[in-house]
């Protein structure tokens, strides 16, 4: 009994990242999302979503176990066009770019804006 409640004290930090923070630069511009896993099986968020191929940027991933606070506004049940799985986005950065963002959150990703 003692081993099944330590075992069960332990698995939490055993568990995988459920967000990962993603930076991008080119040049001068330096943008910070933050993509939080809803529905997405792990493998495929890990190698997949969380791993974007961008053009002429460089980009930095990080796995965390949630997003961290700061955001200018979140996109939530954010989905990828053809894709059935979720995600909600966190952006950070100027506050003035949430009117463009939750444009784009609404309209490609059909999910809805929240700023905190």
Not at 43 to 65: A, H, S, Y
Request: glycine share 8%; proline share 7%; net charge positive.
């Amino acid at each position: 009994m003692r081993r099944l409640l330590i075992t069960l004290v332990l698995l939490p930090s055993l568990a995988l990242a459920d967000a990962c923070l993603i930076r991008s630069r080119q040049g001068s511009v330096d943008v910070q999302i933050c993509q939080s896993n809803i529905d997405i099986p792990a493998k495929l968020f890990r190698e997949g979503f969380c791993q974007p191929q961008l053009k002429d940027q460089q980009t930095e991933v990080r796995f965390v176990e949630r997003c961290p606070v700061g955001e200018i506004g979140i996109c939530q049940g954010a989905r990828s066009p053809g894709v059935p799985y979720r995600q909600d986005i966190h952006y950070y950065g100027e506050p003035g770019d949430g009117r463009f963002l939750a444009v784009a959150c609404r309209q490609q990703n059909q999910g809805s804006w929240r700023v905190p």
